[in-house]
């Protein structure tokens, strides 16, 4: 039904969450970005940012062609109105669900997304921007913490694609960070990582790179080199 266009990060991590939670029938097409699958010529008619995930949904709600999705926000978002699930049941609900994903998708993801390139990935070390990443990392831990407080999820009693889209960028090790400042996060990580469907997530990530290894310098070169021409 679905082909999910995929490679084993937080980002991807995203869609096999939600995907497994639902049993919805999918393939998993790789899409290896350490080696530049993702300027191929068929996948940016799907995802035209040469950014993976992207799904194909060939048989949508209103019967009609396949439709395609990229980024993992717009993808959870599709999947919870496909299926009616883990997107917020009335209007209330469904606002927290949204702006606590959108907060994922514009602060949590892009400011841990350059906290593990300056500190992992770049050429140089540039100390002005490891502390500006880290501390913000920081402080985003801390928002997140605080919202845990006095529920189980992030959107409140119901787990949902606000937690599904946080969840795979929390790599405290990878982020300078120690879950016990964070206790309510440590709580809600583990609760989430104990998920059958989690698990099942995860073990695909596996099957598609099942063994990681340093970046090489050529994949840096594809990964942090890219410009306007690169995707022609």
Do not use: C
């Amino acid at each position: 039904m679905i082909d999910l266009y995929y490679w084993p990060t937080p980002n991807g991590h995203k869609i096999t969450l939600f995907l497994e939670e639902t049993g919805l029938d999918y393939t998993i097409k790789s899409v290896n970005i350490g080696t530049g699958e993702q300027f191929q010529a068929d996948f940016l008619k799907i995802a035209p940012n040469n950014r993976m995930p992207a799904i194909v949904d060939h048989l949508p709600v209103d019967g009609g062609a396949p439709v395609s999705v990229f980024e993992s926000g717009a993808i959870l978002l599709y999947l919870a109105e496909k299926t009616g699930l883990f997107g917020g049941g009335d209007v209330r609900a469904r606002a927290e669900v949204n702006q606590w994903l959108m907060w994922q998708m514009g602060g949590l993801g892009p400011m841990l997304g350059q906290n593990h390139h300056f500190r992992n990935y770049a050429p140089e070390q540039v100390p002005y921007a490891i502390e500006r990443y880290l501390n913000e990392t920081n402080r985003l831990y801390g928002v997140l913490d605080r919202r845990l407080a006095d529920r189980p999820y992030v959107a409140g009693e119901q787990y949902s694609i606000a937690d599904m889209a946080s969840y795979p960028w929390i790599l405290p090790e990878a982020q300078g960070q120690d879950l016990a400042d964070f206790p309510n996060v440590a709580r809600w990580h583990a609760d989430i990582k104990a998920r059958p469907a989690t698990e099942r997530a995860y073990a695909k990530g596996k099957e598609v790179q099942p063994q990681p290894s340093p970046m090489s310098d050529e994949a840096k070169k594809v990964l942090f080199g890219q410009t306007a021409k690169t995707g022609r």
